[in-house]
């Protein structure tokens, strides 16, 4: 089993920046390659970017347009998503995943899901 925890959501004004984090345990994340997604109340979950285990190859969605960044600490089990210059649009909650096959922008590609972190972009 492996269990994540997202953390580091809030209430932001537009053009702000925050750093979520996913913290893995019941085994360590370099065996997987990580994705984040987010959902907007009414909308659906939607593909933000994923991380290669080793941390060295990163895939982002087109509207993320050098915005975000993921990056990953193997020896703390934890992955990271900045976001930078947020928009009222970026408002959602946030969810980390955990694949045991390939990087992928589909939601069926990952195996293991967090519960998720609200981020509030305020206009």
């Known amino acids: 089993q492996l269990q994540l925890v997202e953390s580091g959501g809030g209430l932001v004004q537009a053009g702000g920046s925050l750093r979520l984090s996913c913290a893995a345990s019941g085994r360590t994340s370099s065996s997987y390659a990580m994705g984040w997604f987010r959902q907007a109340p009414g909308k659906e979950r939607e593909f933000v970017g994923a991380?290669?285990?080793?941390?060295?190859?990163?895939y982002y969605a087109d509207f993320v347009k050098g915005r975000f960044t993921i990056s990953r600490d193997n020896a703390k089990n934890t992955v990271y998503l900045r976001v930078n210059s947020l928009k009222p649009e970026d408002t959602a909650v946030y969810y980390c995943a955990a694949s045991l096959t390939y990087l992928s922008s589909s939601s069926t590609a990952y195996a293991y899901w967090g519960q998720g972190t609200q981020v509030t972009v305020s206009s």
């Open positions: 991380i290669s285990r080793s941390g060295s190859g990163t």
